[in-house]
C-alpha cells in the first residue's frame, strides 16, 4: 500500500508527500477546499491501476493564494508594492540584517528602465521595503542597473552591478553603503572612479572569492562564437582594480550564460548559470593553477542539473552566518499578459537552502526551516489514514502522469492546474515518445531508431536521444546533452543512455499541465497563484509555476492517479497536517 496525500500546507508521511501552505490574511481559520481536504475525508482521487503509483518520498507543494487586500497578490513571495520586478540582486546579511536588492522598474509594470529595489529582515521571511538602492543616473548606467552581487570585503559590503551605459555597452560599476551604522543600509553611493570594468562586454557580476594569497576573484556572464556561452573570470587586489584572466569555465553548445554565480556549499565548488529560461549548476573543482573549473559530474548545460523544472530564473545566491546555510532565491516570472492591468508583474521564489547529496556531487535544495514560522498554530488541522474512494468527478488527465495534485481546480474539474510525476522503468528505448530540446548534434545517415540509438551510445556527450520518421536523412536523428520532458509524438523514438556500470535508471519526469487556466485571454476573476513543489527528503526535485484560474470558483484540490488496467489498490493519505500561513509583510 502506497500513501498518497492532498492537502493545505505542510504534508508529513511514508511515501509520497503533498504539502500545500494557503496564505489568507482576510480570516483567521483555515482555508476552504472542499474537494480535496475538509473536516471529513477527502473525496476526489481515482483508483489506482497496475499496481501503485511510484513512491518518492517526501515531495513538497507550497501554494501561495492572495486573499487580502489585492485579492491577485501572493502574500508570501517577495515583490514590491506595484510595477515590475525580475532578477533578485546582491542578497547579503550584514550586521544582523538580511539585504535582498532586485530588478526594478519603479514608473512601469512593463520592465522598461531597470533600477535596484530593496527589501532588508530580521528573520529573511517577514520583510520591510526600503528606498531605490540604485538609480540609473551617471552616463556609465543611464540605460539601466542591471544584475549584480554583495561581498564583505574588509567588513563592508560592496556592491558590483553591470551598468548599461550611453551607447547601450554593458560595464560593471560599484557601490558602497553610505552609512555603516544604518542597520537598514538604506542608502548606497556610486564609487567616484565608476565603471571599474568595460570589457569583455558581459554582464550579472558574481560574489566575489578569495585564494590563499588574499586575491579577490569575481566571474560574469559572456559568449563569442570561439567557445559559445561561458563565465570570465577577473582578479583583484584592491576590490577597485581589476583584471582580465579568461573564461572559467564555457561550453560552445550554449548561448550568453547570465547571472553566473559560484560558491561553496560542504566544502564543494559550484557553480550556476542562467540559460534557455532555467538555471543549471554543476559540482567542480577548481584548478588552482589555471584557474579553471572542471565538473566533477554533470555539466551546467544538461538537464538533470536544473535547479527547478519550472518557472525559476536569474538565481542569486548568498552565504548565511546565522544558520551556516547557502540561500538561493529566484525569480518567478508571469505567463499571462495581464501584468499591465494588474500594475505588476513578477516575485521572487521562497528562499531555499542549498546542500549536497552525501557522495558530495549532487545539489538539493529545500525552503528555509524559517518559513514555518508563518504558520499559525491555532489553524493546525491533523488527519491520520484517510482513505479515498474511488469516485471521480471529473475525467482524469490523459497525459500519462502516474499521479499528481490538481490545484486551483472548479468543482467539475473544467479549470485546472495539475503538478504531476511521471515514472518509466524502461527508458532505453521508448516508441511514440518525443524528449525536445538540448539538440547538440544531427547524426547524418541514419535511416532507423536503433542506429539511432547506437549513435548516441557511441558518443561521449550523449545523454539522451530522439529519432523523427516524418524527417528527412540527415535531419532525423537528435542527439542531446540533457534528458529533456517527454512529449507524446507518434512519429518520434526516444531513449536515454544507460551507464555501464549500473543498471537502468528509473527516471522521474516532474510535469505542469494547465487545463483552460487563463494564461492570455482577459483578466482573472479568482486569485492568483504560485505552485513551489519539492522531493524535501534527497532535495533533488524542484518545481515552480503560476496558476491563473479564470473563475472564483477555482479554489478545490484533487488527488488524480491514471488508470491503465483492472488491478485496483486503495489509496491512502498516511498523515496530513494543514496550517494556514500568515503574511510576510510587516
Known amino acids: 500500500m502506497c500513501s498518497v496525500g492532498v492537502l493545505t500546507t505542510d504534508l508529513h508521511r511514508r511515501c509520497v508527500q503533498w504539502s500545500t501552505d494557503y496564505t489568507d490574511t ?35 507543494s507550497v501554494l501561495g493564494i492572495s486573499q487580502a487586500d489585492d485579492r491577485f497578490r501572493p502574500q508570501y513571495h517577495l515583490l514590491p508594492p506595484s510595477n515590475w520586478l525580475n532578477d533578485p540582486n546582491g542578497p547579503v546579511y550584514y550586521n544582523g540584517y538580511y539585504h535582498m536588492f532586485f530588478q526594478y522598474d519603479p514608473d512601469s509594470p512593463v520592465g522598461i528602465m531597470k533600477y535596484w529595489g530593496h527589501f532588508y529582515s530580521k528573520d529573511m521571511v517577514h520583510w520591510i521595503g526600503l528606498p531605490i538602492a540604485i538609480a540609473p543616473d551617471q552616463p556609465y548606467n543611464i540605460n539601466g542597473i542591471w544584475t549584480g552581487s554583495t561581498s564583505i570585503v574588509n567588513g ?43 570589457s569583455p562586454n558581459g554582464r550579472d557580476p558574481s560574489t566575489a572569492f578569495q585564494d590563499d594569497h588574499n586575491n579577490y576573484y569575481l566571474i560574469y556572464g559572456f559568449d563569442c562564437d570561439e567557445l559559445g556561452g561561458q563565465a570570465v573570470l577577473f582578479t583583484s587586489r584592491d576590490f577597485v582594480n581589476w583584471t582580465y584572466l579568461h573564461p572559467i569555465h564555457s561550453n560552445h553548445y550554449d548561448t550568453f550564460w547570465e547571472c553566473s554565480d559560484i560558491f561553496n556549499v560542504s566544502n564543494r565548488l559550484v557553480m550556476k548559470v542562467s540559460l534557455r529560461g532555467q538555471d543549471f549548476w554543476a559540482v567542480g573543482e577548481l584548478d588552482p593553477i589555471q584557474k579553471i573549473f572542471h565538473p566533477l559530474a554533470g555539466d551546467v548545460d544538461e538537464y538533470t542539473q536544473l535547479i527547478d523544472q519550472g518557472k525559476f530564473y536569474a538565481s542569486k545566491s548568498f552565504y548565511d552566518p546565522i544558520h551556516d546555510q547557502q ?32 557522495d558530495g556531487l549532487q545539489l538539493g535544495s ?10 499559525v498554530e491555532e489553524s493546525h488541522r491533523y488527519f491520520h489514514n484517510i482513505v479515498l474512494p474511488s469516485t471521480i468527478p471529473f475525467e482524469l488527465v490523459h497525459d500519462d502522469l502516474d499521479f499528481g495534485l490538481s490545484v486551483l481546480s472548479t468543482l467539475d474539474g473544467s479549470q485546472r492546474t495539475s503538478v504531476g510525476m511521471m515514472t518509466r522503468t524502461n527508458t532505453t528505448f ?40 516524418a524527417k528527412q536523412m540527415n535531419n532525423n536523428c537528435f542527439l542531446k546533452s540533457g534528458i529533456p520532458n517527454l512529449v507524446a509524438s507518434l512519429t518520434c523514438t526516444s531513449g536515454v543512455k544507460q551507464s555501464e556500470t549500473k543498471q537502468q535508471q528509473q527516471l522521474v519526469w516532474v510535469y505542469i499541465n494547465r487545463t483552460l487556466s487563463q494564461r492570455s485571454s482577459g483578466a482573472s476573476r ?31 484540490l484533487a488527488v488524480y492517479v491514471n488508470s491503465g488496467s483492472t488491478t485496483n489498490q486503495t489509496i491512502v493519505i498516511d498523515t496530513l497536517d494543514i496550517w494556514t500561513l500568515n503574511s510576510i509583510w510587516t
Not at 36 to 57: F, I, K, L, M, R
Not at 162 to 191: F, M, R, Y
Not at 328 to 357: A, N, T, Y
Not at 366 to 375: H, S, V, Y
Open 327 to 358: 540561500v538561493i532565491v529566484g525569480w518567478i516570472g508571469e505567463d499571462d499578459d495581464q501584468g499591465e492591468k494588474r500594475g505588476w508583474q513578477g516575485m521572487h521564489s521562497l528562499p531555499r537552502s542549498i546542500f549536497l547529496s552525501n
Open 26 to 60: 482576510v480570516s483567521s481559520g483555515a482555508p476552504t477546499c472542499t474537494d480535496g481536504v475538509s473536516s471529513e475525508a477527502p473525496t476526489y482521487t481515482d483508483t489506482v491501476s497496475n499496481g501503485p503509483p511510484t513512491c518518492t518520498d517526501g515531495v513538497i
Open 526 to 556: 479568482a486569485p492568483l497563484a504560485v505552485v513551489e513543489v519539492f522531493e524535501s527528503q534527497g532535495g533533488r526535485l524542484a518545481i515552480t509555476t503560476r496558476v491563473y484560474p479564470e473563475e472564483d470558483t477555482a479554489q478545490n
Open 156 to 198: 563592508v559590503p560592496i556592491i558590483i552591478y553591470t551598468g548599461i551605459n550611453e551607447s547601450h555597452a554593458q560595464v560593471q560599476c560599484q557601490a558602497l553603503p553610505a552609512n555603516l551604522t544604518d542597520p537598514a543600509l538604506s542608502k548606497w553611493i556610486k564609487w567616484p572612479s565608476n565603471p571599474l570594468i568595460t
Open 366 to 375: 529545500r525552503p528555509i526551516e524559517a518559513l514555518q514560522t508563518l504558520r
Open 430 to 469: 521508448m516508441p511514440n515518445w518525443d524528449v525536445p530540446g538540448w539538440d547538440y548534434f544531427s547524426v547524418p545517415g541514419i535511416t532507423n531508431s536503433l542506429d539511432c540509438q547506437h549513435a548516441c551510445d557511441q558518443d561521449i556527450k550523449c545523454r539522451s536521444w530522439t529519432f523523427d520518421s
